[in-house]
């Protein structure tokens, strides 16, 4: 026949003639790596054996740097010099003469330092940039801050330094020279130490055309190429301007011939009929010998007379 049991906080308890109680000083440690820590396992009963198991399942037996001693109902696992794969459960285990089993559990936890973080940036606004941060491993412990260092890559400078809370992704440097290449180093810091340092290297832009980004920046591409396309009829209307008043030429002089023919045609026939009067009385002037034919006041009253005739004759017409 079976004996019944109880369950009581994670202890199993035989109600017959012999029950084992096992209980460990501590249900969680945590230490950092190269620590040492010790365990006591306290059985209530009469045990026969009391055993410690790893992480892995397998039963530990003493070596240099963990020892198992054991002293009437208790135990004790002592782990030097601690690394990161001893983290884990621990069971320590006992039985009695007729083989029941009991045991309880212990938690480990190392802490070490934080893994570098991953680092990557891009040309913030100005003389500035962004540097990106990803936290990778952080040791078991959370991550307290940041610190980053740069310079440029003229080794003769002086390294900057930053620092930022760990639950910041990104840290802006300012104040940069353009067209330099920095070098920058980034360590992640926990309460047991810090990473080793990721390195990150960048290059600024060359300095920007000034004017240009004072003109355009904020413009859409409707608005720069309207200022282009007036910026092209200006032009044409300067040189149209210049071709009429140097050469008589262009899309003015053009316009002005249309509007003004007219008054330039009687212009015109006037000036000629001026100057034809003028060789006319120089040629009646004189005969063949070089002799007065004509008296002046005679000729004029002739040529006057004609033109009146061609101005009638016009304005029939």
Same mark, same amino acid.
Request: glycine share 8%; hydrophobic share 35%.
């Given at each position: 026949?079976?004996?019944?049991?109880?369950?009581?906080?994670?202890?199993?308890?035989?109600?017959?003639?012999?029950?084992?109680?096992?209980?460990?000083?501590?249900?969680?440690?945590?230490?950092?790596?190269?620590?040492?820590?010790?365990?006591?396992?306290?059985?209530?009963?009469?045990?026969?054996?009391?055993?410690?198991?790893?992480?892995?399942?397998?039963?530990?037996?003493?070596?240099?740097?963990?020892?198992?001693?054991?002293?009437?109902?208790?135990?004790?696992?002592?782990?030097?010099?601690?690394?990161?794969?001893?983290?884990?459960?621990?069971?320590?285990?006992?039985?009695?003469?007729?083989?029941?089993?009991?045991?309880?559990?212990?938690?480990?936890?190392?802490?070490?330092?934080?893994?570098?973080?991953?680092?990557?940036?891009?040309?913030?606004?100005?003389?500035?940039?962004?540097?990106?941060?990803?936290?990778?491993?952080?040791?078991?412990?959370? #991550?307290?801050?940041?610190?980053?260092?740069?310079?440029?890559?003229?080794?003769?400078?002086?390294?900057?330094?930053?620092?930022?809370?760990?639950?910041?992704?990104?840290?802006?440097?300012?104040?940069?020279?353009?067209?330099?290449?920095?070098?920058?180093?980034?360590?992640?810091?926990?309460?047991?130490?810090?990473?080793?340092?990721?390195?990150?290297?960048?290059?600024?832009?060359?300095?920007?055309?000034?004017?240009?980004?004072?003109?355009?920046?904020?413009?859409?591409?409707?608005?720069? #190429?309207?200022?282009?396309?007036?910026?092209?009829?200006?032009?044409?209307?300067?040189?149209?301007?210049?071709?009429?008043?140097?050469?008589?030429?262009?899309?003015?002089?053009? #316009?002005?011939?249309?509007?003004?023919?007219?008054?330039?045609?009687?212009?015109?026939?006037?000036?000629?009929?001026?100057?034809?009067?003028?060789?006319?009385?120089?040629?009646?002037?004189?005969?063949?010998?070089?002799?007065?034919?004509?008296?002046?006041?005679? #000729?004029?009253?002739?040529?006057?007379?004609?033109?009146?005739?061609?101005?009638?004759?016009?304005?029939?017409?």
């Amino acid at each position: 026949m079976k004996l019944p049991y109880l369950y009581l906080f994670g202890l199993l308890i035989s109600s017959g003639q012999a029950f084992l109680q096992v209980t460990i000083s501590l249900s969680k440690v945590e230490i950092s790596v190269g620590q040492s820590k010790y365990f006591t396992c306290t059985v209530m009963g009469d045990p026969d054996t009391i055993d410690w198991y790893n992480p892995q399942g397998e039963k530990i037996m003493s070596s240099q740097r963990v020892v198992v001693q054991r002293e009437g109902n208790r135990s004790w696992l002592t782990i030097y010099n601690a690394n990161v794969d001893d983290a884990g459960i621990y069971r320590c285990q006992a039985s009695d003469s007729v083989g029941h089993l009991q045991e309880a559990t212990v938690v480990l936890e190392i802490y070490r330092e934080p893994s570098p973080p991953y680092v990557h940036g891009q040309p913030g606004g100005g003389k500035s940039f962004k540097i990106s941060i990803t936290k990778q491993d952080d040791g078991g412990a959370p #991550i307290l801050n940041y610190v980053i260092k740069y310079r440029s890559k003229d080794k003769e400078d002086q390294w900057m330094e930053k620092k930022v809370l760990g639950n910041k992704d990104y840290i802006i440097l300012e104040h940069l020279q353009w067209n330099m290449g920095y070098e920058v180093q980034i360590t992640a810091t926990n309460r047991l130490g810090h990473s080793e340092p990721a390195t990150y290297e960048f290059t600024m832009p060359p300095k920007p055309n000034i004017i240009a980004d004072t003109l355009f920046n904020g413009l859409g591409i409707g608005a720069v #190429i309207g200022l282009a396309v007036a910026a092209l009829l200006l032009i044409l209307v300067v040189t149209d301007v210049s071709c009429f008043f140097m050469r008589q030429c262009g899309l003015l002089m053009c #316009i002005t011939r249309r509007i003004c023919g007219k008054k330039s045609g009687s212009s015109g026939k006037s000036k000629e009929l001026e100057e034809g009067k003028a060789a006319y009385l120089k040629l009646l002037l004189k005969e063949e010998n070089g002799k007065e034919a004509l008296s002046a006041e005679t #000729i004029e009253i002739k040529i006057s007379n004609d033109i009146i005739q061609t101005k009638e004759s016009d304005s029939k017409a």
